[in-house]
T-cell receptor, first 116, second 116 residues
Framework: GAVVSQHPSWVICKSGTSVKIECRSLDFQATTMFWYRQFPKQSLMLMATSNEGSKATYEQGVEKDKFLINHASLTLSTLTVTSAHPEDSSFYIC????????????FGPGTRLTVT | AQTVTQSQPEMSVQEAETVTLSCTYDTSESNYYLFWYKQPPSRQMILVIRQEAYKQQNATENRFSVNFQKAAKSFSLKISDSQLGDTAMYFCAFMKRPGANSKLTFGKGITLSVRP
């Protein structure tokens, strides 16, 4: 149990376009989802916390107008990178928290974004 | 704010031997969780082990065990009988007051290579 999926797993887009990444909890309801960004050989950097039906809470330094997050249901959160530029190329990972103690975070497999 | 420090960027161990990965953290919280996550080349984050701060007993999961020294704020991971599949990046992480919105603070990670 506790599977989180991401789609797509890999996407290439042209500079100036937008791209949407989906994060789904497949077998449980997740009131909270987190979005992370990871550069090669580096740690995970939390971008935002997403709660179902609420506006996302962004970490300091993350542009909320560039990284739009929508948590439309208890099983789906989306991250849209708007007007993407090559510096947005990265590996994006989502995680979903179970509703019961110990509130373990279950991670998706990640999405590799390349902006050309 | 909490900080997690992993000072060793890389380690190497011979197959079947034991290796210990170091982690220190800083917090003023009294109730918190500590984690070790594994990220293999597939980049899927996998929970290795979890330690609740209020528990004095060190957590163990098969070949993985921790040495939790609360006063010293140290949380090391011991991998016994290392296997080739243990080759991965390992992240130490901290979570305060476990809850649905609780964030993980990650260390920089350590790349572990298991030699055949």
């Amino acid at each position: 149990g506790a599977v989180v999926s991401q789609h797509p797993s890999w996407v290439i887009c042209k500079s100036g376009t937008s791209v949407k990444i989906e994060c789904r909890s497949l077998d449980f309801q997740a009131t909270t989802m987190f979005w992370y960004r990871q550069f090669p050989k580096q740690s995970l950097m939390l971008m935002a916390t997403s709660n179902e039906g609420s506006k996302a809470t962004y970490e300091q330094g993350v542009e909320k107008d560039k990284f739009l997050i929508n948590h439309a249901s208890l099983t789906l959160s989306t991250l849209t990178v708007t007007s993407a530029h090559p510096e947005d190329s990265s590996f994006y990972i989502c995680s979903a928290t179970g509703t019961d103690y110990p509130y373990e975070q279950y991670f998706g497999p990640g999405t590799r974004l390349t902006v050309t | 704010a909490q900080t997690v420090t992993q000072s060793q960027p890389e380690m190497s161990v011979q197959e079947a031997e034991t290796v210990t990965l170091s982690c220190t953290y800083d917090t003023s919280e009294s109730n918190y969780y500590l984690f070790w996550y594994k990220q293999p080349p597939s980049r899927q984050m996998i929970l290795v082990i979890r330690q609740e701060a209020y528990k004095q007993q060190n957590a163990t999961e098969n070949r993985f065990s921790v040495n939790f020294q609360k006063a010293a704020k140290s949380f090391s991971l011991k991998i016994s009988d290392s296997q080739l599949g243990d080759t991965a990046m390992y992240f130490c992480a901290f979570m305060k007051r476990p809850g649905a919105n609780s964030k993980l603070t990650f260390g920089k990670g350590i790349t572990l290579s298991v030699r055949p």
